[in-house]
């Protein structure tokens, strides 16, 4: 079964930076459709950016044009560079296929980003 390993998260300031990475035990990057998603506090898991296999990358409307997901096949990896954070992008990420249940058993720790105002 495929392990999903989420890491780069942090504390950081309204307007900062940061790089989030997500790893994977196999190659399945070439296969799926992935998505980053966010849970805030209190709140529903949410899709917040997909890459597909051909690297079509889509996003919610909140953070379009701040955040950008892309992959490193040789390194099993895709990631999500997110720019001008702001404190409602505050959250546990994570990154599983596109569609995951709640239920599916890759879904990982998520790592945690906090924006302070």
């Known amino acids: 079964q495929v392990q999903l390993v989420e890491s780069g998260g942090g504390l950081v300031q309204t307007g900062e930076s940061l790089t989030l990475s997500c790893a994977a035990s196999e190659s399945i990057f070439n296969f799926y459709v992935m998505g980053w998603y966010r849970q805030a506090p209190g709140k529903q898991r949410e899709l917040v950016a997909s890459?597909?296999?051909?690297?079509?990358?889509t996003y919610a409307d909140s953070v379009e044009g701040r955040y950008t997901v892309y992959r490193d096949n040789a390194k099993n990896t895709i990631y999500l560079r997110m720019n001008s954070l702001k404190p409602e992008d505050t959250g546990v990420y994570y990154c599983?296929?596109?569609?995951?249940?709640?239920?599916?058993?890759?879904w990982g720790q998520g790592t945690q980003v906090t924006v302070s105002s």
């Open positions: 890459i597909s296999p051909g690297s079509r990358t």
């Open positions: 599983n296929r596109l569609g995951a249940t709640n239920g599916d058993h890759a």
